[in-house]
């Protein structure tokens, strides 16, 4: 016999959702969860600028001081050179005027017993680490600038070398004129010399301190010129962008 009882539909069962889709809901959950916090905008022009002040103040406080000191001892030769003809001559000729020709011919004698050749190796010590000092004081001027995002690093370390020398050199003659005020109360020869190591080492200090503040302005004189003269520049690269973009530039 056939079977005339009939199969009853199958019941529609609900579909399984894909596995992307079930875990959307859940990464948005999580996502919702967490706050996420504001990032800080890399290129903030307050940030920048005060990492730019403080690569330069870093920068003209070594740089000036170790270039002096190199600039010094590149001098020791020349100074050498210069006591063996130049000066004894002035000395010889002065003495000659003064007390006549027995005590220039005195005054001949001691200055040539200095011999510039027998100084050589000690003279060519001095230019050697004079020339070190030098070239180490720019390299660490143009590095830090460079390192805290200054505005052209090797003009603002060419120029405030040029400016800083001179200025240094006038400050440190005046502190030296201030401290050589001090031998004017020397009455006998322990005194003189009391005062005279006073006075060297009160110009040693003031010397320093003078080159390191003059540095310091100095290279941030010349930094504040360079950032102004590249702000048209920045200016006008911003405004190509906008427009690049599709954005209209600020009035």
Known sequence: ??????????EPQPAKPAPAEAAKPALAKSAAAKPVAPKKAADDPAAVAR??????????AFTLPMVTLGVILLAVPLAVWYLSTVIRTLVVVVANI???SGAAK??????????????????????IVGAVFVVAGVLVSFFVLRAHRVNRPGYVTGFGLAVGLVIA?????TVGALTGLIFGSARTVGEVLGNAALSIALTTLGSVAVTIATGVVVWLWMGRIFATAAEPAASASRAADRSVSGLKPPV
């Open 106 to 127: 005195d005054a001949n004698t001691t200055l040539g017993e200095i011999d510039p050749a027998a100084l050589g190796g000690v003279t060519l010590g001095f230019a």
């Open 98 to 100: 003064v007390s006549g």
């Open 169 to 173: 050199s006038l400050l440190t003659a």
């Open 51 to 60: 990492r730019a002040r403080r690569g330069t103040v870093i920068a003209g």
């Open 1 to 10: 016999m056939s079977d005339t009882t009939t199969p009853s539909p199958a």
